[in-house]
C-alpha cells in the first residue's frame, strides 16, 4: 500500500501528481521497463482539472 505521504498531499496540491511522485513504483508497477504511464502523460498533456485540493 502506498505511504501516508503519498496519500495526503499539501492543500493546494494535485492528488495525482503527488500520488505518481511518492507511490511512484506502485502507481507504475503495471508498466513495463521504459514505458510512460498514459495517465501521467495525459495529465502533463491535459493539465490538472479539478485534481487540485482545495486548501
Avoid at 16 to 24: K, L, P, T, V
Avoid at 33 to 51: I, K, Q, S
Amino acid at each position: 500500500m502506498a505511504s501516508q505521504k503519498a496519500l495526503n498531499p499539501p492543500a493546494g496540491e494535485c492528488r495525482q501528481c503527488w500520488y505518481h511522485a511518492y507511490a511512484s513504483r506502485e502507481a507504475h508497477k503495471h508498466l513495463k521497463p521504459r514505458e510512460d504511464c498514459p495517465a501521467c502523460v495525459d495529465h502533463m498533456v491535459n493539465g490538472h482539472g479539478n485534481m487540485i485540493v482545495g486548501g
